[in-house]
C-alpha cells in the first residue's frame, strides 16, 4: 500500500474523536496503529512543499526518494558533474564525476565530452565489479574506500546477496543540469506569466508552469532525438491536433502558443485519466499507455504505477517524469534559497494585430518601419519562408508587433490594396517527408493531385522521395497570390548580389564593405567567403537571430576579425551567445573572466576572433 501525502490532511481534532470511539469499543489496538498511521503521514507532510497541492499532486512514499534525487539534480550538480546511480533506487548514489578539472584546463567542449564518456565507462566498470564482489560474498572492508558504504546505502533494498548482482546492471549516469536550471529561470521570466494566465483560463493548477523545465529548461529551439520541438516538446503528430501547424506556422516554437496546446492536452489527458499525475505522466508516455496501465493494475495511484507497471515503452523517463515534475515544482519555489542572485528576465511585451487575410509581413514591416528582426523575435513560430516574404502571414495566426505599434500596423494593414491581401496562401515549395504521399500533400495544402503533378512535371504519382522539393500550385481562383513587396526589391543592377561600394559612407567606415545576401547563404559561409569571424559579422549587423538572414538583405561586412563587444540582451545566455558567434562558452568565459555562465542584461562581453 502507497500512503499518499495528502493523507496528513485529517485534522487532530477527528483523530481524538476516534481514538475515544475506539478506546470505548475495545479496539485500543486499532487505535495505536491508526496514530501511528497519522504520525508518519504528519512526518511526510513536512517533506511536502507548500508550493504543491498535496490533493491534486500526492506524493507516494515510494517516489519520495525519486524528488529529492531530481532535486538535487536541478539544484546541486553542474553540467560538469555525472551521477552514477542506481536506476531503480535513485537514493543509491554511488559515485559523482567531475569534468571539472578540465574546464580549469581550457579544455574544448569536444575534449570533455570524450574525456566525460571515457570517465563515466571506467566508473561503471568499477562500481558494477564492487557489485559483482558483494554478491559473491566479499566483505564491504574490502572495496575501495569510496564504495563500502553500498550496503548501508543498499539495506532496504529486499534480496539479499542477489540484489547487488541485479544492481550491476541497473547502473545509470545523470549529468546535473544546476547550471541549465539557473539559465532557465531567467528565461522564464519572459514567458512565466502569460503561462499562467493560459493555465488560469483553462482552469489547470499552477504548478503545471514549471512543465517546460522538465522538457526543455525552456528551451524554445530545443529539438528531441524523437522529433519533439520546443519549450513544451511537442512531436509533430501531436502538435498538430492541438497547435497552429501548417506551411507557414509551427506553434511548437512559439512558448505561449505552445502552452495554450500544452494546457489543452493536458486538460484532455486529465478528464480521461482522472488524476493529475496520470495527466502528467501520460505528456511523456502517452495517454493511451496510461490508461492501459490503470487497466492493467486496477488503480491510479502514481506510486504503484512506477514500481510495479511493465511496458516496452515505459521506461525510466516515463517512470520518472512525475518525480522529476515535483521536483522541478519544488526547485523554482525555492529559487532564491538555490541560485541567490539569480532573476527572472521581465515579461515581453507586445501587441496582437487581427487581420481577416493573408498579407506578406514584409508589407506591414514596410509600411510601419518596424525592423523584420524584431518581427521575427516576437513571432518565433513563422516559418523562415514568411520572415523571407515568400510565404503569407496566415489570418489566424496572432500576430505580435511591438508593444505600442498595434494601431500602425492594423492602419497599415488596412491601407493595403486588395490584391495585397488575398483569400489564399502564396504558391510555395514544399520539401517531403517521411511518410508522404501526393495525395495527402494535395488534400493538407489544399491543392490537388494533378496539379501538383503538372505544376512539378511527375510522371506518376506514386514517385515521390524523402528530401524532394514539390511547388504546391494555388488552386480556387486560378490566380496565385501576389509577390510580397520586399524592402530592398528594386536595387540597381550592380547591387543585386556579392560585394558592392556602400551607398551610406557616413553610417560605415571607408575599409567597410556591404554584402547583398543570395539565397541559400548563411552567416557561417558569408563570414568565410571574406575571412572575418561569425563574431564580427553578427556584430557589425547587430543580428539578433543569424539563422534569419534572407536574400536580398544587406550586412556589414567589417574590414578585419578583431574581437567585438557586445552588450547582454534580454533572453541571452552564454551557451546562446557561444553559437550565435560562433565560437564557444569556454572562450567567452576566459576572455572576460567569468567563472560561472551568468550574465546580466547591459552587461558588455568581449566575443573573442579566434
Not at 500526492?58 to 539534480?73: R, T
Not at 528531441?224 to 509551427?250: I, N, Y
Not at 484532455?268 to 490503470?294: I, K, Q
Not at 489544399?446 to 506514386?462: C, E, H, M, Y
Request: aromatic content about 6%; charged content about 25%; proline content about 6%.
Amino acid at each position: 500500500m502507497h500512503k499518499s501525502l495528502a493523507f496528513s490532511k485529517i485534522r487532530a481534532p477527528m483523530r481524538n474523536h476516534r481514538c475515544e470511539r475506539a478506546r470505548l469499543s475495545g479496539l485500543l489496538p486499532a487505535c495505536g496503529m491508526l496514530v501511528a498511521l497519522i504520525a508518519s503521514a504528519a512526518v511526510a507532510q513536512e517533506r511536502y512543499h507548500p508550493a504543491i497541492d498535496p490533493d491534486l499532486f500526492p506524493l507516494p512514499e515510494n517516489l519520495a526518494a525519486a524528488v529529492e534525487f531530481w532535486k538535487d539534480v536541478f539544484a546541486t550538480y553542474t553540467s560538469d558533474q555525472v551521477v552514477l546511480h542506481d536506476e531503480r533506487h535513485l537514493n543509491v548514489v554511488y559515485s559523482v564525476i567531475d569534468m571539472g578539472d578540465l574546464r580549469a584546463t581550457g579544455s574544448s567542449e569536444l575534449q570533455i565530452d570524450r574525456a566525460r564518456i571515457r570517465r563515466v565507462r571506467t566508473e561503471m566498470s568499477r562500481i558494477a565489479k564492487a557489485l559483482r564482489d558483494l554478491a559473491a560474498g566479499q566483505p564491504a572492508i574490502d572495496l575501495p574506500p569510496d564504495l563500502r558504504s553500498i550496503p548501508s546505502q543498499m539495506e532496504n533494498i529486499a534480496g539479499g546477496r542477489t540484489k547487488y548482482r541485479r544492481a550491476a546492471g541497473l547502473i545509470r549516469s545523470q549529468r546535473g543540469l544546476r547550471d541549465r536550471f539557473e539559465e532557465a529561470i531567467e528565461i522564464s521570466g519572459m514567458f512565466m506569466p502569460g503561462i499562467q494566465r493560459t493555465l488560469a483560463e483553462y482552469g489547470l493548477p499552477a504548478e503545471i508552469r514549471c512543465l517546460p523545465f522538465v522538457e526543455s529548461m525552456f528551451n524554445y529551439r530545443a529539438r528531441s532525438k524523437v522529433g519533439a520541438s520546443g519549450a513544451w516538446q511537442f512531436t509533430a503528430s501531436t502538435g498538430r491536433a492541438f497547435l497552429q501547424m501548417d506551411e507557414a506556422v509551427d506553434a511548437r516554437s512559439d512558448v505561449l502558443l505552445a502552452a495554450a496546446g500544452a494546457a489543452r492536452k493536458l486538460r484532455r489527458d486529465y478528464e480521461s485519466l482522472e488524476a493529475w499525475p496520470l495527466a502528467l505522466t501520460a505528456y511523456n508516455h502517452g495517454a493511451g499507455g496510461m490508461a492501459r496501465a490503470v487497466r492493467r493494475l486496477g488503480t491510479r495511484d502514481i506510486g504503484v504505477i512506477a514500481e510495479k507497471y511493465r511496458s516496452r515503452t515505459f521506461g525510466f523517463a516515463s517512470r520518472n517524469f512525475y518525480p522529476e515534475f515535483l521536483a522541478a515544482v519544488i526547485v523554482y519555489a525555492e529559487r532564491d534559497r538555490h541560485f541567490p542572485g539569480v532573476e527572472p528576465f521581465p515579461e515581453i511585451e507586445f501587441d496582437v494585430v487581427d487581420r481577416d487575410r493573408y498579407v506578406a509581413l514584409t508589407d506591414l514591416a514596410t509600411a510601419t518601419g518596424v525592423e523584420m528582426d524584431e518581427l521575427a523575435e516576437l513571432n518565433p513560430a513563422l516559418d523562415r519562408s514568411v520572415l523571407a516574404g515568400s510565404l503569407l502571414v496566415p489570418p489566424r495566426y496572432p500576430l505580435r508587433v511591438p508593444a505600442g505599434t498595434g494601431a500602425r500596423f492594423e492602419q497599415a494593414y488596412a491601407e493595403l490594396s486588395p490584391e495585397r491581401k488575398p483569400d489564399r496562401q502564396a504558391a510555395f515549395g514544399y520539401r517531403v517527408r517521411r511518410g508522404d504521399t501526393l495525395g495527402a500533400i494535395a488534400r493538407r495544402f489544399g491543392s490537388s493531385v494533378s496539379a501538383i503533378q503538372r505544376a512539378n512535371r511527375l510522371p506518376r504519382a506514386d514517385r515521390i522521395y524523402v528530401g524532394q522539393r514539390l511547388r504546391i500550385p494555388q488552386q480556387g481562383s486560378g490566380r496565385a497570390a501576389p509577390p510580397p513587396v520586399q524592402r530592398a526589391a528594386v536595387r540597381p543592377p550592380e547591387e543585386r548580389a556579392g560585394t558592392v561600394e556602400p551607398r551610406n559612407p557616413p553610417q560605415q567606415t571607408r575599409t567597410e564593405s556591404v554584402h547583398v545576401v543570395t539565397r541559400g547563404e548563411s552567416v557561417h559561409r558569408i563570414a568565410r567567403k571574406y575571412g572575418v569571424t561569425v563574431a564580427a559579422v553578427v556584430a557589425a549587423n547587430e543580428l539578433r537571430r543569424p539563422e534569419l538572414i534572407h536574400a536580398g538583405q544587406r550586412l556589414r561586412i567589417p574590414a578585419d576579425g578583431k574581437d567585438v563587444v557586445y552588450r547582454v540582451r534580454r533572453g541571452d545566455t552564454l551557451s546562446q551567445l557561444a553559437r550565435t558567434f560562433g565560437t564557444s562558452t569556454a572562450k567567452i568565459q576566459r576572455a572576460n573572466g567569468l567563472r560561472g555562465s551568468r550574465i546580466v542584461v547591459g552587461q558588455t562581453l568581449r566575443i573573442p576572433a579566434e
